[in-house]
């Protein structure tokens, strides 16, 4: 299994930026696909934006489209969520998750999750 670990988060204000980083810990993610989810309090887990290793396919919800972009460093087996013009309704709990192949971007879908990393935008 894939170990996670999310880093970035913070308190920022509505319409400001952060960028989030994953760092996985395997030799290399060729084989994964790699997505962001957020939860926040109340809510049930969705998914954000995701990545295809092997060919750089980048798939976003349309809430953050055009807002957020994901991306990755094949170097260092890292993967990056910069958020940009943020709202107070982007607040909540950020996962980086790994499956192996596959094209359905649910969380029942990812089989290896990062402890999360808080996000929280004030109005």
């Not at 760092?23 to 962001?36: I, K």
Request: glycine residues 8%; charged residues 20%.
């Amino acid at each position: 299994q894939v170990q996670l670990v999310e880093s970035g988060g913070g308190l920022v204000q509505a319409g400001g930026s952060l960028r989030l980083s994953c760092a996985a810990s395997v030799r290399t993610l060729t084989t994964y696909r790699v997505a962001w989810f957020r939860q926040a309090p109340g809510k049930e887990r969705e998914f954000a934006a995701g990545i295809m290793w092997h060919d750089n396919d980048r798939y976003y919800a349309d809430s953050v489209k055009g807002r957020f972009t994901i991306s990755r460093d094949n170097a260092k087996n890292t993967v990056q969520l910069q958020m940009n013009s943020l709202k107070p309704e982007d607040t909540a709990v950020y996962y980086c998750a790994t499956a192996k192949y596959g094209s359905v971007w649910l969380p029942t879908s990812f089989s290896s999750w990062g402890q999360g990393t808080q996000v929280t935008v004030s109005s």
